[in-house]
């Protein structure tokens, strides 16, 4: 006898085919997922041609479409009151902030490198001219130079500026043979910057070197250069161009090391992302992020070498940028829309209103719930456990269908013809192996009568041949047959659903032998076409 005190759960067929479940989120994909999507309020309507957040607090954006930049407050991404710069006569490319975000520079269709000071109204405080082609490329050092600029465009040149007295320090005219639309400088060297060409190369320079040797190393990406990134160490560089993205061995002398091609399409534009705790102060594990005119942004984590998330957007995808608070995304489309993924500070609020209580407490003892505190019995259902607490968990309740419960009370062949009945394949097959586990099957139908026998082959007729269960069935209706044919030949409805099961083989059988003579014909062309 069962014991009765053990839970009974519903039976099962061991013939079901897997079901598709969907992966657990990973707390990577739980991260990147808590980026609440919203479209930031603003009047463009042409395409956002770039996105950069300025390093240093509170860490502003500014976005490039049309003829003009458009600021947002860091914290809010909020339009800022003297936004837009408006002091382009065409159409504004490429904006960088300087290493501690005081100034903005940008360049321009007509070639023309402006200076800013991203606080004031917006007048040009620079004026850098050397170009003659538009300038698409314009960045400030990475390290602490506040003296310095570079700058490439459609004319093929390089050219490192001093801001300060608007002279070109050095120029490499034909840096490429095609236009210059990408480039990074490094992020240990305020003097070294690398740039990416539509004639498919890549090529590190260092400013600090004679004219004749400044050229550090090249190397061929495959496809026109659409954006170059120094990544955190200085010694890997990412390029982006056509629908891959590879990662480059500087130090190595350009070595190829690793080819992402998860796009679609062409891929546009890369920026540097991290996953960890948000704030002012936020360190944690730079990805790469990518997006294309296919519409995804993907993630990517160049130490594993893996894409670790994607996001789908209704739109082409032009730029992308990461806060280095690590608490806004943001990634601009073709049709001048801003989507921008804020995240929201767990207990921001709960932090604030306690701040100067937990300043007075040691460390240990902030925001601890003690069983000697009156609140601690003020606790209601709703109270989330600590991280110490032991969760007693009440048993789900088991939900039992008719023949599950039969089954629990051992009425087998009332629990074989209540399955019948619900004409459930998956459900029938499963009491069905229950019985077979119980070695009661063939009793169960060795009791059944007339009416059952028809039940049970009307139920063969309709599934004996699916793959799933042709085995298992075929084997079962052979050993009915051996069983009860005095019964089968005593009734002409039994005989019926053994006419129309026999028919039913015979036709599987021609089909199978069909299919077999086609798998024949075929085979050889494809061994031809293999060679």
């Not at 850098?128 to 040149?157: E, M, N, Q, Y």
């Not at 789908?312 to 608490?327: E, I």
């Not at 169960?444 to 009416?451: E, K, Q, R």
């Not at 009307?458 to 084997?475: I, V």
């Amino acid at each position: 006898m069962a014991d009765q005190s053990k839970p009974f759960f519903p039976v099962e067929s061991a013939h079901k085919p897997s079901s598709r479940k969907f992966h657990p989120l990973t707390p990577e994909s739980k991260f990147w997922r808590s980026y609440k999507n919203h479209e930031l309020s603003s009047d463009l309507i042409l395409p956002v041609t770039s996105l950069e957040f300025s390093p240093s607090p509170p860490f502003d954006l500014v976005a490039a479409s049309s003829a003009a930049l458009h600021l947002f407050d860091g914290a809010s991404l909020s339009p800022k009151a003297h936004s837009p710069i408006s002091s382009f006569t065409d159409v504004a490319y490429s904006p960088s902030f300087r290493c501690d975000g005081a100034l903005l520079a940008a360049g321009g269709e007509s070639g023309l490198v402006q200076v800013f000071n991203p606080l004031s109204s917006g007048h040009a405080l620079r004026r850098l001219r050397a170009h003659s082609r538009p300038v698409h490329v314009v960045r400030f050092p990475r390290a602490a130079d506040k003296l310095h600029l570079f700058s490439a465009g459609d004319d093929a040149l390089l050219t490192y500026w001093d801001v300060s007295t608007e002279s070109p320090l050095l120029s490499f005219p034909a840096a490429h043979r095609d236009y210059i639309r990408a480039c990074s400088p490094s992020p240990i060297s305020a003097e070294v910057i690398a740039t990416g060409s539509y004639d498919h190369s890549v090529k590190v320079w260092d400013a600090r070197m004679s004219p004749d040797s400044n050229q550090v190393s090249t190397f061929t990406h495959g496809s026109p250069v659409e954006s170059v990134l120094f990544l955190p160490s200085g010694g890997l560089i990412a390029t982006a161009g056509g629908n891959s993205l590879k990662i480059w061995d500087v130090i190595g002398g350009g070595r190829l090391i690793h080819t992402m091609e998860s796009h679609n399409k062409t891929i546009t534009s890369l920026c540097l992302g991290k996953v960890g705790n948000e704030g002012a102060g936020f360190r944690g594990e730079s990805r790469i992020l990518s997006v294309s005119i296919d519409g995804y942004l993907k993630v990517f984590d160049f130490a594993a070498f893996k894409i670790t998330h994607t996001v789908r957007y209704p739109a082409q995808l032009l730029s992308v940028g990461f806060s280095p608070s690590g608490l806004s995304r943001v990634v601009g489309t073709s049709n001048g829309v801003i989507y921008a993924g804020k995240k929201k500070l767990k207990e921001e609020a709960l932090d604030k209103f306690t701040g100067e209580i937990d300043q007075s407490l040691p460390e240990t003892e902030k925001r601890v719930l003690r069983p000697t505190y009156y609140r601690y019995f003020q606790r209601g259902q709703s109270e989330k456990p600590s991280e110490g607490d032991h969760v007693v968990k009440k048993p789900k309740k088991v939900k039992l269908v008719e023949h599950d419960m039969l089954l629990k009370k051992f009425r087998h062949r009332d629990a074989l013809l209540s399955a019948l009945n619900t004409r459930r394949p998956g459900s029938i097959v499963a009491v069905m192996e229950e019985l077979v586990a119980r070695k009661k099957l063939l009793k169960c139908i060795a009791n059944l009568d007339v009416n059952g026998l028809g039940m049970l082959f009307q139920f063969f007729h309709r599934n004996a041949t699916k793959p799933r269960y042709a085995r298992f069935l075929m084997g079962l209706a052979k050993r009915v047959l051996e069983m009860r044919t005095k019964d089968f030949q005593s009734s002409e409805e039994l005989c019926r659903h053994v006419q129309n099961l026999k028919c039913m083989v015979e036709e599987e059988l021609r089909i199978q032998h069909s299919l077999q003579e086609i798998q024949g014909m075929l085979s050889p062309l494809l061994v031809i076409a293999g060679r």
